[in-house]
């Protein structure tokens, strides 16, 4: 089969370019540890305010035992619930988000967190939020009329001057609890 030198070079050019991409996919995926979330994990949208993690008291900034920090939000048309949050610095954050209609997305500008909510998955993404300051959640996915002001407020604050939720300001003292 004949080919024209010119329509190979194009070809090669095309192949090479794919190959170049496949390659800062793979470089990115296995040395700089990116990857898309995957967190394969089903809930029933519909009933959100029943299920135990996801019921209304249980939103928001949460800290266990062991000192993790896990924040639980709600998607749905219009906003993120709850409407603001206060989260640390520098410290690792586990997100865990759902959607309680339609498909949303989740951005917080300046940072790496950014994610799908699918509805019917809970979406998490475990981060660090490095820079102290005031942020916006803004919704990245089309979910109708109200997508452009669908948006909550995140307050970083520095690590020493966070307080966990629901706890009393320690004063020096050992809290054990
Ligand atoms: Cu939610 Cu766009």
Redesign the pocket.
Known sequence: MHIDPLEKKWAYAAVGIAGLFVGIILIDALFHGINAPSNVETIDSASLHLSEEFDEDNLGVQVDESGTITIRMV?????FYPKHITVPADTSLTFRWV?MD?????HMPMTNMSTM?VPGYVAQVTTTLPKPGEYPL???????I???H?WSNVSVVAKEHWTAPGKAPSKGGQDND
């Open positions: 998607a749905g048309r219009y906003g959607s339609v498909l949303h997305g989740v909510i803004l919704c990245n996915e089309y979910c109708g109200g997508h452009d669908m």
